[in-house]
Nanobody
Framework: QVQLVESGGGLVQAGGSLRLTCAAS????????RGWFRQAPGKEREFVAA????????YYADSVKGRFALSRDNAKNSVALQMNSLKPEDKAVYYC???????????????????WGQGTQVTVSS
């Protein structure tokens, strides 16, 4: 079993920055892809970013491209999502996800992920 714990959410003004982290514990896989998804009230959960186990492949949703940056630290079994130039429409609960997918693959569909964190709230005021 894998446990994922997100941290770093909070309230920020439009144009500001936040850094979300996701730490894994429990039975961890040596090769896992990590993804971030978000869900706003009344909306479907949507893909934000994903990074392959190798770290060579990183995908971003068009809505965050150029503003968000995803990185991983395999030694600490954690990933970080740096969010800059935040907009009110970025307000959502952000979820970290993991799947035992090795190599350079970085799925963008939520159904491809096996493990999920509890979520962290991000609020952006205008």
């Amino acid at each position: 079993q894998v446990q994922l714990v997100e941290s770093g959410g909070g309230l920020v003004q439009a144009g500001g920055s936040l850094r979300l982290t996701c730490a894994a514990s429990g039975r961890t896989f040596s090769s896992t892809v990590r993804g971030w998804f978000r869900q706003a009230p009344g909306k479907e959960r949507e893909f934000v970013a994903a990074i392959s186990a190798s770290g060579r492949t990183v995908y971003y949703a068009d809505s965050v491209k150029g503003r968000f940056a995803l990185s991983r630290d395999n030694a600490k079994n954690s990933v970080a999502l740096q969010m800059n130039s935040l907009k009110p429409e970025d307000k959502a609960v952000y979820y970290c996800a993991s799947a035992p997918v090795p190599g350079n693959s970085a799925p963008t569909a939520a159904t491809d992920y096996n493990y999920w964190g509890q979520g962290t709230q991000v609020t952006v005021s205008s």
